[in-house]
């Protein structure tokens, strides 16, 4: 019983989204709209439950002064902090203000630009012209890479002035990107979707149950 | 030394693109800029806009990312302010309100546009998708009232906007996967046009929306902000964006190159 | 002649010119064919108007006016002027059930206008069935019952072919290898909530993982971005070790909430990579542009890594910074090929199977289209 419930119930709403797709109906769109509005209401109780799972997982670090423990601190600093300033005045409080723009927004960007970082070391790493493959992998790479920015027009235009094509870099870059990229980026979305679709097909009629809780 | 070459540490390769950062940012360069062509597109969707059309940005992008849409969204406000063409703003991510707000405020005020008659900021309501799909039956159903608490109904230039049958385009600037989300409901459903600025990281995942049609333009990454800024004659933060991002781009092509003249060496050696 | 008969007919003369003169500087036609008619395939809430295009000798309409009642008495104007190019008008303020009648009024340069004829009462109704997306339903039914059948096929004890998934094969040697070197496992769900159906792809994967782990008391640790994710994936895990019969070995305090903020969590994770040093790193679901932050900090820590996403932008990151990676299509198939389930493999030849469809279709679009023969890409337009 406890898992026939939950398998009825994906299995009726399963279809019954599938079919509000092709029915425009007043009817079966206020179906659509009412279980979308159902899973909005449920996320802020998952949100409760989650938080309070930090608050369990962190209190425990600290009380058993686990390896790292400190940082526990930290996060309840945080978690007070922003939630008082923020429920008390909303986000357009003062500090609160100054807190989102001094800390979030540096510490968030501070994250992001790491990933220039990373592509360097593992563009250095990963683009070796080992096989045909990969060398083709490696110039393509590299014309889109100067294509665009505009050093790469900007180079090629000075020291290729002799070359009847101007701004070849991004010209070429252009092309990559709209012919070899869109048509193996199509390729790879048609698989996703059918296998999306085919995953789907399988939850909705109980096959695939891993997501119940495991076991089968 | 061709061994140690190919597994260089990865600190020193970090070392290079921090001062490959810092060193045109303190001394800016100033390269020609081609402006990509999806991008002179959706400038001149824009410009062929009637006076008192009206618009939609989209603040989708996060205070991690800010860096690259941030431009973009300056560069068509002011573009938008200039033609007459009325901005409305939203969120679809809670973190980006104040960023969003802050941004729009200062470039009506450098424009001298006004609240409420040029242009909007609504803010952030919850629910991505049902904000998309409930926008296009009736705005008001989602927001009642503009981030700065002021209903709907009071806002002059919100009168004659009921959905999106009275917007002329939706540009949503974007960090994730939120302009296909956009496509999939409000184009696809509602027959809105989409424009799209989006982070370097992700520009080409929209090239399959760009060739069928889906969206009217795109903004890719810095050199979208640039080529945006070069169309409206400014030269802003996309710009110095851009001429920064030359050298990294410079710095990578150079050890990716390096990197495996050493492996051919190493090779033939081995051979 | 009387005086007045004359007068009269001055008169009537004097009208007749005054009408033929403002008719002939005005010369406006009125706007022809002018119907309305139930916009079809929608949910009941507008009327479709449309009218011929005025003739280039029309007289110098400059724009049009629709005007809307209940009856020809009642009309009034609706919606923005028309420009003279727009033949169609879709109104979208009409009641489901009410009938309306509309009139489309020509504009002239100074203000002069020109009226159709009213048009008939027309109602707005709401379809049950989007006739546009037929091609698309019946595709949609072809497809469930190819995987239906060959689920069928499977069970009835034939033998099916899947090719090797070198990043799936590489799951028992991660796991070995943890457990050798007393290391944890790290498994990251991706950035995807519990309706995103890489993440289910994913969740199955990780309950496969959790079998093995449990056998190996290797610890597991899953931190989580959604927490209805984090709630389910417990739940998980937890049944896993105790079908493996160690529910001893299950530690809640693994799986855990740590924050929804992209970038925040995966400044979370790879503090935990670089403090933990996990040998073996699983990135399983939707990935954004955290994806290479993850995987190359998993790759400088030395541990063995298996990544997997139906986000096909962040595949080229993947690719250069782990061990193995599942293209696409491959997460789904993980749960079949790991359990070799026959429904779940049958499901998998169902897929082959549409895909074998779409590529023909493509094929048969492509060389039909330069002989004018259109009807598959008729067939495969976009439907609103």
New interface residues.
């Given amino acids: 019983m406890k898992r026939q419930v939950p398998l009825v119930l994906c299995f009726v709403f399963g279809i019954a989204m ?1 079919f509000t ?9 206020g179906i659509h ?1 009412e279980v ?2 159902w ?2 209401i ?2 802020p109780f ?2 409760v ?3 309070a ?2 608050i369990q ?1 962190h209190w ?1 670090r600290i009380r058993r002064r686990t ?2 423990w400190q ?1 526990s601190i930290v996060v309840f600093a945080g978690l007070i902090t922003m939630v008082a300033f923020g429920i008390r005045s909303g ?1 357009k409080n003062r500090v609160f ?1 100054w807190l ?2 001094n800390v ?2 540096p ?3 501070t ?20 096989t045909f493959e990969a060398t083709l992998l ?1 110039i393509s ?2 014309i889109v ?2 294509g ?7 180079l090629w235009n000075t020291v290729m002035a002799w070359t009847p094509w101007d ?1 070849a870099t ?1 010209n070429a870059s ?1 092309w990559i ?2 012919n070899p ?2 048509s193996s ?2 390729g ?5 979707s ?10 909705i ?1 109980g ?2 149950r ?6 089968d | 030394m061709f061994e140690k070459l190919m597994r260089i540490d990865r600190r020193i390769i970090f070392i290079f693109v921090g001062l490959a950062v810092i060193v045109p940012t303190l001394f800016p360069s100033n390269l020609p800029i081609n402006v990509p062509e999806p991008t002179r597109q959706l400038y001149d969707y824009i410009d062929a806009l009637p006076t008192g059309a009206t618009i939609i940005i989209a603040f989708d992008y996060g205070p991690s990312s800010f860096a690259e849409p941030q431009p973009m969204a300056e560069a068509v406000m002011k573009h938008c302010f200039d033609k007459k063409v009325r901005v409305i703003g939203i969120n679809l991510f809670a973190e980006t309100t104040t960023l969003a707000d802050k941004l729009m405020q200062k470039v009506a005020k450098e424009k001298g546009a006004v609240d409420g008659e040029d242009y909007v900021f609504l803010g952030y309501r919850p629910g991505a998708l049902q904000v998309i799909i409930g926008m296009g039956t009736e705005i008001a159903s989602i927001f009642d009232s503009d981030y700065a608490g002021n209903p709907l109904a009071e806002i002059p230039m919100m009168e004659n906007i009921t959905n999106y049958e009275q917007i002329s385009l939706l540009l949503d600037l974007a960090a994730s996967s939120t302009v296909e989300a956009w496509i999939t409901y409000a184009n696809t459903k509602y027959g809105l046009q989409i424009g799209a600025g989006v982070t370097g990281v992700i520009v080409s995942q929209m090239y399959p929306y760009l060739q069928t049609g889906q969206l009217v333009g795109l903004m890719p990454g810095f050199l979208g902000a640039a080529g945006y800024e070069k169309l409206i004659e400014t030269s802003a933060e996309g710009t110095a964006g851009i001429n920064t991002e030359s050298f990294v781009h410079l710095l990578i092509v150079g050890l990716v190159v390096l990197g495996n003249i050493a492996f051919f060496i190493q090779q033939r050696r081995e051979e | 002649m009387t005086l007045n008969s004359r007068m009269q007919l001055i008169l009537a003369c004097f009208v007749f010119c005054l009408c033929a003169g403002v008719a002939f500087a005005q010369g406006l036609a009125p706007p022809t064919n002018v119907t309305a008619k139930d916009t079809p395939n929608d949910d009941g809430k507008s009327i479709t108007l449309t009218w011929d295009a005025a003739a280039e000798d029309s007289g110098g309409i400059t724009n049009y006016k629709i005007l809307r009642g209940t009856t020809p008495e009642t009309l009034e104007e609706i919606g923005d002027t028309k420009t003279t190019t727009t033949t169609t008008y879709v109104d979208s303020s009409v009641e489901t059930g009410t009938d309306y009648v509309y009139l489309v009024r020509a504009v002239g340069e100074t203000g002069e206008t020109a009226d159709s004829v009213p048009t008939a009462p027309v109602q707005a109704t709401g379809q049950w069935f989007h006739t546009g997306k037929i091609p698309l339903f019946c595709a949609m039914l072809l497809f469930c019952a190819a995987i239906v059948g060959n689920i069928y096929y499977a069970q009835s004890g034939k033998e099916i072919f899947v090719r090797r998934i070198p990043g799936l094969e590489a799951v028992d040697e991660a796991i070995g290898r943890a457990t050798e070197m007393g290391r944890s496992i790290l498994y990251v769900l991706g950035m995807g909530a519990v309706d995103d159906v890489a993440t289910i792809a994913s969740m199955t994967i990780l309950g496969q993982v959790a079998r093995r782990t449990a056998d190996y008391e290797t610890p597991l640790r899953v931190p989580c971005r959604d927490p209805i994710v984090l709630n389910v994936v417990r739940e998980m895990v937890k049944t896993a070790y105790l079908n493996e019969g160690r529910p001893d070995a299950y530690n809640e305090d693994n799986i855990f909430f740590l924050t929804q903020d992209q970038f925040a969590y995966a400044a979370g994770v790879d503090g935990m990579m670089i403090r933990e040093k996990p040998a073996a790193i699983f990135l399983q679901g939707t990935f954004f542009a955290e994806s290479l932050i993850l995987a190359e900090t998993g790759n400088s820590i030395g541990a063995i890594q298996i990544a997997g996403t139906d986000a096909e932008h962040q595949l080229p990151f993947l690719i250069a910074a782990c061990d193995y990676t599942l293209i696409g299509e491959e997460l789904y198939a993980a749960s079949a090929y790991l359990s070799r389930e026959p429904r779940l493999l049958g499901s998998l030849r169902g897929q082959d199977w549409g895909k074998l469809v779409i590529f023909v279709a493509l094929v048969m679009g492509i060389l039909l289209e330069p002989f004018g023969i259109n009807w598959i890409t008729a067939l495969l337009q976009r439907v609103n």
């Fill in positions: 599938i797709q092709f029915s425009p109906h007043t009817f079966s769109q709209n979308t509005n899973t909005h449920i996320t998952a949100l439950l989650a938080v799972t930090l997982t425990v390896t790292h940082y986000p203000e989102y723009e979030q927004v510490m968030d960007a994250v992001f630009s790491l990933l220039a970082f990373f592509i360097a070391s593992a563009a250095y790493r990963a683009f070796r012209a080992r490696l790479a590299l890479m100067m665009n920015v505009p050093i790469g027009d900007f701004n991004s252009q990107l709209d990229n869109l980026r199509r790879v979305i048609l698989g996703v059918l296998g999306a679709i085919s995953q789907s097909i399988r939850i009629l096959i695939e891993s997501y119940l809780g495991g076991g």
